[in-house]
């Protein structure tokens, strides 16, 4: 190319401004965005969803239980009755609470107080001592709350 054939606005100079411009402009635009823009942590990452499946209506039946004899089972002691794995709550001592004790019989050294309400698991028993019925229970959420309890003061509740 013959530099007398290009047009006067047209010179060498012009030309190497303008790549000299855009050379500018790009490395601008490399470093503003390189410096600029968020840093992803390396924790990021993907949280399952959770998916409920709500079964759509049916036209079908529902189904009745119908109960049948199994010789292998145990049979079931009389609703309200004691039992060992059975659950009882303390009741009937007017507030003043109920002394679970190391021993059952009233001699047996006190261990701690059992209050109105709450609920123990049966463990062991029944023992006949100084007039009353024993049972050892043990608090469910407190396997170190455990002594012997006279029936008395004890009534039967469902499972917790």
Do not use: K
Not at 38 to 52: C, E, I, K, W, Y
């Amino acid at each position: 190319m013959n530099r007398s054939t290009l047009p006067p606005f047209l010179n060498l100079w012009v030309i190497l401004g303008a790549l000299g411009l855009a050379g500018c402009l790009l490395v601008f635009t490399l470093i503003r965005v390189g410096w600029t823009s968020p840093r992803l942590s390396q924790d990021v990452g993907f949280v399952p969803a959770h998916l409920t499946m709500i079964p759509a209506p049916t036209h079908t039946p529902p189904v009745q239980a119908t109960g049948t004899f199994d010789p292998n089972m145990t049979p079931t002691l009389p609703a309200g009755q004691i039992s060992i794995s059975g659950y009882v709550q303390i009741t009937g001592t007017d507030g003043e609470g109920l002394r679970l004790r190391a021993a059952p019989g009233l001699a047996g050294d006190d261990l701690f107080l059992g209050f109105d309400e709450e609920v123990f698991q049966v463990r062991e028993g029944p023992q006949q001592v100084d007039g009353y019925t024993w049972w050892y229970l043990v608090a469910p959420y407190d396997e170190s709350r455990a002594g012997w309890a006279a029936a008395d003061f004890l009534t039967v509740v469902p499972s917790p």
